[in-house]
C-alpha cells in the first residue's frame, strides 16, 4: 500500500549554526523506506565539527536548478534538483542509516553569512569524512559502464579486443561526459578525500579502479587505434584520450600533493595556478572560483575568508590587492588583459584594469595545444620571489610598476601554435649578445596582452 503526502513548502528548515568555540555542522539522515514510498524523508542533526560522528559526504553536481523534485526535511517541505533526488534514493539503500553530509541540504543556501562561514569549514569536513561518495548520475539505458571499467582493471580478456570496446563505446562516451567531472567544487572534494567511491545508480567503483581502468583504457586506444572503425567508436577513443578527469581521479591534478610544505608565499602562487587550471570548469557562483579552491591551500584561508555578501569584482580585487600588499608577487595579474577582465570591467567601473576575473577559462586552446598551462606559469613570473618595485595610487585603482626593457614589440599575431612556437625558438637567453643582435629585436607574441580588444 503506498503512503500518500501533501507537500506544504515552509521557510523553517534551519536554527542558526554556532561559530565558536567549536564551530557546528548539520549532518543528514535518509530514513528507511516504507511501503515502497517514493517520497524521500530525511533528518538534520546539528553537531559541533570537533565532536562530529562519524560521517561520509556527498561529492556530485547539483544539476539544472529549476529542475527539482520534494522531498520531506524534517518533516517539512524541500526542493532538491533531481539529480540530487536521484542520488538520495540510491543512498537510502545503502548508507544504513549513517550520517550524511551534502551541501545543499546541511548549508542554509538561502543565509550569504552561514553560506560563507560553512565554505571555510570544508577542507576540514571533506577531509574528516570517512568515505567521499561521488555520484556520477543514474544509469543510462538501465546498462551501468562501471562494472565493465572494474572488469578492465581485474580480467585481463575485457579489453580482449576491439569488438569488445565498440560494444561499450557509447556507455564510455557518456561516463566521461558526465556534468560531474565538469563541476569546479569536486576538484577540492576529490583531492581532500581519504577514501572516495564512485557511484552510477546503484553500481561502484573505488577511485583507485576508476583510475586504473582509465589508464588502460587510454593504452589501449592508443594500441588500437588503427582497428577501429565507426564514427562513435572513434570518437569515444579520441574522447578518453582527451578526458581531463583523469588527472582528477588519480590526484594529479594538484600542483603539489603537500601544499602544506611550501611557504605562504609559495602557496599563494600554487592557489593562482590551481584557479587557472579549473578555470574551464562551471560553478554557479562567480566567487567560488577562488573559494572553491581556497581549502587545498590551508594556510591561504587564514589571510582569505569566504564572503558572499560580496560581488564577484569585490571578492578579486580584494585577492589582487591581498597579494600584492602582502608581497606575495605579482602573480595574480596573470591573464588581467585577456578578454573575460575586460566584459568585467565594463560591468563594473570599480574594477580597475589590473584585476583579473577569475569567473571563466583563462586556458585558451589553439591547434589542440593549450597556450597557458598552470604548471608553467611560474616560468612567466620574471622575479619569482624576489622583491617587487610597485605602488598604488590612493583610490587603489592605479598600480604602478618598475621593470627592465628586454626588447622592443615589433609584431603580433593571433595566438597560432606553430607561430608560437617558432617565434619562441628564435629566442635564446644563452646565445651570445652578437647571436641577439643578428637575429634582431625579440618577437613576443601574447594574446592575452593584445589591447586591440579593449
Known sequence: MSTFYVIMESQNHYTDLKRAPSPQIRLLKIEAAENNENIIKVN??????????????????????????????????????????????????????????????????????????????????????????????????DHSILPFLRGCVHHADTLSSPQAFASKSDAIRDILSRPYWSRLWVVQENVLAKERLFLCESNEISSEDLARSLRLLKDFVQLMASEFHGREVLQAASDIRDFHGTRMVDGTLMPSRQPQSHTIAEQFTLLNEMMIETSRFNATDPCDYLYGVLGLFPDTTVIITPDYTKSPAEVFKDFALLTLKKNFGLIAQSGTGHKNCTRMRRSCKEVPSWVPNHSGPFVEIHNGVSLLTSVRIAKFEAGTFFPHGWDLSQDNMVLRVKGVRVGRVISRSSPDTLVAKRLVSDWKPNSTSSQRQRRGHLRVSISAFDRRSN
Not at 548508507?95 to 553530509?101: A, D, G, H, P, R
Not at 545543499?104 to 550569504?112: L, M, R, S, T
Open 44 to 141: 538534520l542533526h546539528t553537531k559541533s565539527m570537533k565532536e562530529a560522528p562519524g560521517f561520509n559526504a556527498l561529492s556530485y553536481a547539483w544539476g539544472d536548478k529549476d529542475q527539482t523534485t520534494s522531498i520531506l526535511l524534517n518533516g517539512l517541505g524541500f526542493e532538491v534538483t533531481n539529480n540530487l533526488h536521484a542520488a538520495l534514493k540510491v543512498l537510502r539503500s545503502k548508507t544504513n542509516n549513517s550520517f550524511l553530509w551534502v551541501d545543499a541540504i546541511c548549508v542554509n543556501q538561502k543565509d550569504d553569512y552561514e553560506r560563507s562561514h560553512q565554505v571555510s569549514l570544508m577542507t576540514r569536513i571533506y577531509s574528516k569524512a570517512r568515505i567521499v561518495l561521488c555520484w556520477l548520475g543514474p544509469d543510462v539505458d
